[in-house]
């Protein structure tokens, strides 16, 4: 249901830059008589048409009012021809709710750019039904003419003209909103999503936790020493400096958070910790500014970030703030994650936390990258 860039450009093109000078005005228009429908030109279906400010949608409403013209015949009157100089003239067939949001499962497809986070069984019945009942609502309003009367005087309503159609007719009138509609409930679903507590990955801590000597040496001052070096070299090298404050919050990770454990070092995790929108740390192009046409991956910068080390089969860790700057390297195997979707992995399932509290001391930085 995502629209093309092309799409998407012609579509900013038509709405322009809200100025009451670039709308195209709403009329009302009658059919010249000397127009024989059937045979009708570029020239006279153009005359019928409100100059517009993009060449683009200009020439999107010609092709639309002439695809009218062919499938409507003898019905084709004012009504379509008023609805190709209103500036909302494209349909809108699916409505998201103020309150409506990504599921939680969509939100980690969408973190991973997955283009099946709205393709789900449920979602393609939703949106079927949605642009069905829209697409004839909206079809159903385009037949007739407001001067069309009856044997008795009275005006011919839309729903008259609807059940006079043939039975090709009205699927064909369905496909032209179909086609011609400009929703996009998946931009839409995503604007409306709040800010989440998400984990972003640490580069190196998968390495480190598995080829780090004496993690799990008998001597516990072997073991300690050995987790902290781990530790100070993982975050230098995501770049964060070695302070004497980011030394105590080191040695803390390790008292509260691996310190005491037996437990293969493969079952931790270290992540950073952040409550932010979801746009500002996807894979996805959907309402953000990734390059179109190439394979990107993401740098995402955190300032004094939330950094987590957490056993996934447990729940046991603890999360600190360090103070300086360190850069995630957002990859589709090593996407942003929910952190509710994670778990014994999850730090607010099993420290209950205040998310807000983990928000980033200043707006994450980012960088498209090409992919390697």
Do not use: C
Request: proline share 6%; charged share 30%.
């Amino acid at each position: 249901m995502t629209m093309s860039a092309d799409a998407i450009a012609r579509r900013e093109s038509s709405r322009g830059n809200g100025t009451t000078g670039g709308e195209f005005g709403y009329q009302p228009h009658s059919l010249p008589g000397e127009l024989a429908v059937p045979d009708a030109g570029r020239a006279e279906i153009e005359a019928l048409l409100e100059p517009s400010r993009g060449r683009d949608d200009f020439e999107d409403r010609v092709t639309a009012l002439t695809e009218l013209r062919d499938t409507l015949g003898d019905q084709f009157g004012s009504r379509a021809i008023d609805r190709m100089n209103s500036p909302s003239w494209r349909p809108d067939l699916v409505y998201i709710a103020y309150d409506d949001k990504l599921r939680p499962s969509q939100m980690d497809e969408y973190l991973a750019d997955s283009n099946e986070f709205m393709n789900g069984d449920d979602d393609s019945e939703w949106l079927d039904d949605s642009t069905y009942d829209r697409a004839e609502e909206i079809a159903m309003n385009l037949v007739g003419d407001e001067a069309d009367v009856d044997e008795y005087g009275d005006e011919i309503d839309s729903e008259t003209a609807w059940t006079d159609l043939g039975t090709s007719e009205q699927d064909a009138l369905r496909s032209w909103a179909t086609d011609w509609d400009e929703s996009d409930p998946a931009d839409d679903l995503v604007r409306s999503t709040p800010s989440q507590l998400v984990q972003l990955p640490v580069p190196g801590a998968a390495a480190a936790l598995n080829d780090s000597p004496d993690l799990n040496h008998a001597d516990p001052e072997i073991a300690f020493a050995a987790r902290e070096r781990m530790l100070q070299t993982l975050f230098t090298g995501a770049g964060i400096e070695m302070t004497d404050k980011n030394r105590e919050s080191i040695r803390e990770l390790i008292t509260e958070g691996v310190g005491g454990s037996y437990e293969p070092f493969s079952h931790y995790q270290i992540k950073v910790l952040a409550y932010t929108d979801l746009e500002s740390v996807t894979l996805s192009g959907i309402r953000t500014d990734r390059p179109n046409n190439i394979d990107v991956d993401r740098r995402v910068t955190s300032t004094d970030p939330h950094v987590l080390v957490i056993q996934r089969s447990s729940g046991y860790g603890q999360a600190v703030q360090l103070e300086g700057r360190l850069t995630s390297h957002l990859t589709p195997n090593t996407p942003a994650v929910i952190d509710d979707n994670q778990g014994y992995g999850s730090w607010n399932e099993v420290a209950g936390v205040y998310k807000p509290g983990y928000a980033p001391a200043a707006p994450l930085e980012s960088e498209w990258i090409a992919r390697d």
